[in-house]
């Protein structure tokens, strides 16, 4: 069988021992290491703002004189569109308009400069119900590094679809040195937060990534993260309230670094900025110890 040619049936056996026992990964290439950019990977609850917090994570990186490439990892391909103010095209759309042929594709067919000169690229994923989402991670790192873009690249961010834990969707942890959490301060962020914590856990036994902290966003107060954090050992490292002009820049395709200003927006850029610099710092891995659902359920809420 070609697998160039069919990409998406492409069968792993179960790993025994590694990521997990019993599990079914994309196993790292070790010709694909990403090399010395310093590699953050984002998860969340689906809809919780990851692609916002993604973005403007990038341009504060920028905005401190950093190379910034920032990779989605859903199949919408709706990560960058801030950046680039417009849906760009994905790995797979562009491996598919060359038969899978990858050595005929050029660097600016797939990667895309956005706002202040972040470099873009959609990774994309496979038609529902046909493949691996891991497969469309490793393969996209495979052409940044055949075409050198990483060895100009001073920070690498995966904004990661949704909560999927699967092995697939997991593949940015393989990459990622930190892996961030974005969270509500609600009962069903904070449940798929603990999923997420299990699965970086998972990873962290046989790849270099370690929880960096956990973002707290569209939410005004942050009493149930610090009650959850505090008991499985995480650490709230930004804030970002629910504000309108954070929703107002979505739907004007911007990045809020681009919206006009105001005394709430010039907060919340300063608090992307001093979390970028404090990622860029270097930041301490957590070892956090993920809850049992019931014990997720007693936790949370008022007395």
């Given at each position: 069988m070609n697998t160039a040619t069919v990409p998406f049936t492409e069968i792993r056996r179960p790993s025994r021992g590694k990521d997990g026992e019993g599990s079914v990964q994309v196993q790292l290439d070790p010709n694909v290491k990403i090399g010395n950019a310093k590699v953050f990977a984002v998860y969340g609850k689906g809809g919780i703002g990851k692609s916002t917090t993604s973005s403007n994570l990038s341009v504060a990186f920028s905005k401190l004189g950093k190379r910034v490439l920032q990779i989605g990892c859903d199949p919408k391909h709706d990560s960058t569109f801030t950046l680039t103010k417009k849906l760009m095209p994905t790995v797979i759309d562009v491996l598919e308009s060359v038969d899978f042929?990858?050595?005929?594709?050029r660097l600016e067919d797939f990667v895309f400069e956005g706002y202040n000169g972040v470099m873009c690229v959609e990774a994309g994923g496979p038609p529902a119900g046909t493949g691996c989402g891991?497969?469309?991670?490793g393969q996209t790192v495979k052409l940044l590094k055949e075409h050198?873009?990483?060895e100009d690249t001073d920070v690498v961010i995966f904004d990661?679809?949704?909560d999927v834990v699967c092995g697939g969707f997991a593949a940015p942890l393989q990459h990622a040195d930190r892996a961030l959490i974005v969270?509500?301060?609600d009962f069903d962020s904070i449940f798929a937060m603990n999923r997420i914590v299990q699965a970086i856990n998972a990873k962290a036994k046989n790849y270099n990534v370690r929880l960096g902290g956990v973002i707290a966003n569209r939410s005004r107060d942050t009493d149930q993260i610090d009650r959850f954090n505090d008991r499985v050992g995480l650490k709230r490292m930004a804030h970002f309230p629910d504000l309108d002009v954070i929703r107002r820049s979505r739907l004007k395709k911007s990045t809020l670094f681009e919206m006009e200003p105001s005394p709430e927006l010039e907060a919340v850029q300063q608090e992307y900025l001093r979390l970028a610099a404090s990622l860029w710092a270097g930041t301490d891995p957590l070892a956090p110890e993920a809850l049992k659902d019931r014990d997720i359920f007693d936790l949370l809420g008022f007395d």
């Open positions: 042929h990858p050595e005929e594709l891991g497969y469309v991670v050198h873009l990483l990661v679809l949704g969270t509500a301060n």
